[in-house]
């Protein structure tokens, strides 16, 4: 019952926000389940039995006024619409059961924690659909049933009569654009994996116009996915138990190993020595500060001309992405990140510099974890020379990092400490991903510059942390920060 409670929960708010972890609807009840059929009360039984969340079945009215489940307008060539409950009662389906009155269907479920997708079907005539709809929200209602019902449709009449008397969330079955949908009504879009495909931007103006998406019917592992990549709210399914396999996997709290360092230009150690270690820490993403390209620097001796995020991904067999924040003669010096993981996108967002000194950017990547969940990592190095425009710049990057709604880590040299106006506000805002002890001068850390920070907050577990060791021959003046957390996909 709390499993109930909380799918219903969700829906009554469905308008706002949409689940993280997709629901699974047992396409006309979990049918190919051993004894069962389509639209069956067995389908019923088994769906709820397995724990999917919802099954979705359809809903006709015969030519006296009865109402029964059944998906095709006929059983073994009986009309439903044009036949009598006299004849109906006694056609089977392929598991031997009679063609289920929606009677007994509700009096199965209501005893159920299932939750019901009832679909009406459209009728040949318009007048039938003015009959049924009615009865059908009225016995959803005496079953004790109406919390726990939400309504699709392919017929606009039944549509517009649902969205006006039944007080529930109404799917649209049609592949109308998101605006349409929302002009006419409708809870959420309910529309074949295809359409969704031929419109890529369509989940994203739904989500954004706090309209779930619902996607059928998929079977396959490789369509299933790609609805739970893609964000989709419901998956409708003849295989549940597949799909509820491919989101516990895709959803699995899953460790990251996380780092950060600042290279100090590169002035201290060989590609060489700073890719080793890198590598040693074997991370997952790392954020890297004071990061030259092609740059002459005098002082980087060997290092000197060289591009270091190319140099340190080939080293380190990383992907590498290069955020700049100051043209050099002949390069650029600015901040990078290396990644196991491919990026979907990077971007590169220019920090509030009140004062017109050093310029400072975030880098951020989004990227595929496995190929299948989205997260976002970054990297920055704020001012230095003023607390205060820290603090800005601290205000400015939580917004960015949290704005696509999945799991996001950033760090870099803060350049201020944990008493800092910058640090206190990162830390209230997001989970303190790294220790507490000094990163700064690596021969005798006095002060931590260096910091880890995931949003949100309660979606990260701090499972391990350390610094590299202080040490007179260290790589850099700052000492590398390296932390093991782990990730629940599901909050």
């Known amino acids: 019952m709390k499993r109930f409670l909380a799918i219903f929960s969700m829906l009554a708010v469905m308008a706002s926000a949409m689940a993280s972890v997709p629901q699974i609807v047992a396409h006309r009840g979990y049918h190919r389940a051993p004894g069962s059929a389509e639209n069956s009360i067995r389908?019923?039984?088994?769906?709820?039995?397995?724990?999917?969340?919802?099954?979705?079945?359809d809903v006709w009215i015969s030519a006296d006024g009865e109402l029964y489940v059944n998906h095709n307008a006929d059983v073994n060539g009986v009309v439903l619409e044009t036949s009598n409950s006299a004849t109906l009662d006694t056609c089977h389906l392929r598991n031997g059961e009679v063609v289920p009155r929606l009677n007994d269907f509700l009096d199965v479920a209501k005893n159920l924690n299932i939750g019901l997708v009832l679909e009406v079907k459209p009728h040949q005539d318009n007048k039938r659909e003015d009959v049924a709809v009615p009865?059908?929200?009225?016995?959803?209602?005496?079953?004790?049933?109406?919390?726990?019902?939400?309504y699709i449709t392919?017929?606009?009449?039944?549509?517009?009569?649902?969205?006006?008397?039944?007080g529930r969330p109404v799917q649209y079955l049609n592949g109308v654009s998101p605006q349409v949908l929302e002009e006419i009504g409708g809870a959420g879009a309910d529309y074949h994996i295809n359409i969704y495909r031929k419109n890529p931007g369509w989940i994203e103006e739904l989500h954004r116009r706090g309209l779930p998406v619902n996607i059928w019917t998929v079977d396959s592992e490789a369509d299933i996915q790609w609805c739970i990549d893609h964000g989709a709210d419901y998956i409708t399914t003849n295989e549940p138990e597949l799909a509820q396999r491919l989101v516990a996997r895709s959803f699995a709290p899953r460790k990251l190993k996380v780092m950060s360092y600042n290279l100090r230009f590169g002035e201290r150690a060989s590609m060489d020595r700073l890719a080793e270690e890198i590598k040693a820490q074997d991370p997952d993403f790392v954020a890297l500060q004071e990061v030259d390209v092609n740059f002459p620097r005098v002082a980087a001796g060997e290092n000197?001309?060289?591009?270091?995020?190319?140099?340190?991904?080939?080293r380190t067999g990383m992907f590498?992405?290069?955020?700049?924040?100051?043209?050099?003669?002949?390069?650029?010096?600015?901040?990078?990140?290396?990644?196991?993981?491919?990026?979907?996108?990077?971007?590169?967002?220019?920090?509030?510099?009140?004062?017109?000194?050093?310029p400072r950017v975030l880098l951020k990547g989004k990227f595929e974890l496995n190929g299948h969940k989205p997260f976002v990592f970054a990297s920055t190095h704020f001012d230095y020379t003023d607390p205060a425009t820290a603090a800005l710049q601290a205000e400015y990057i939580v917004p960015i990092l949290t704005a696509d709604g999945i799991p996001a880590i950033v760090g870099g040299d803060f350049n201020t400490s944990p008493k800092d106006d910058a640090i206190i506000y990162l830390s209230e805002q997001g989970a303190v991903l790294?220790?507490?002890?000094?990163?700064?001068?690596?021969?005798a850390p006095r002060t931590k510059l260096d910091h880890l920070f995931g949003f949100p907050k309660a979606v990260f577990t701090l499972d391990e942390t350390a610094e590299g060791p202080a040490s007179a021959e260290a790589a850099s003046d700052h000492l590398p920060i390296i932390s093991t957390v782990t990730v629940d996909f599901t909050k």
């Not at 999917?52 to 079945?57: I, K, M, Q, T």
């Not at 050099?328 to 990026?343: E, Q, T």
């Not at 790294?434 to 021969?443: E, H, K, M």
Request: aromatic share 10%; proline share 5%; net charge negative.
């Open 320 to 358: 590498g992405y290069y955020g700049r924040t100051l043209n050099l003669r002949d390069g650029y010096y600015g901040i990078a990140i290396l990644s196991k993981h491919p990026a979907v996108s990077v971007e590169s967002f220019e920090l509030p510099n009140p004062k017109a000194v050093e």
């Open 304 to 314: 000197a001309g060289l591009h270091y995020v190319n140099e340190l991904a080939q």
């Open 135 to 150: 009865q059908i929200i009225k016995m959803v209602a005496e079953k004790g049933l109406t919390d726990r019902t939400m």
């Open 154 to 166: 392919f017929s606009r009449h039944a549509f517009d009569i649902l969205v006006k008397e039944s």
């Open 434 to 443: 790294s220790g507490t002890n000094p990163t700064f001068p690596a021969d």
């Open 43 to 57: 389908a019923l039984v088994k769906a709820d039995s397995i724990g999917a969340e919802w099954c979705e079945f």
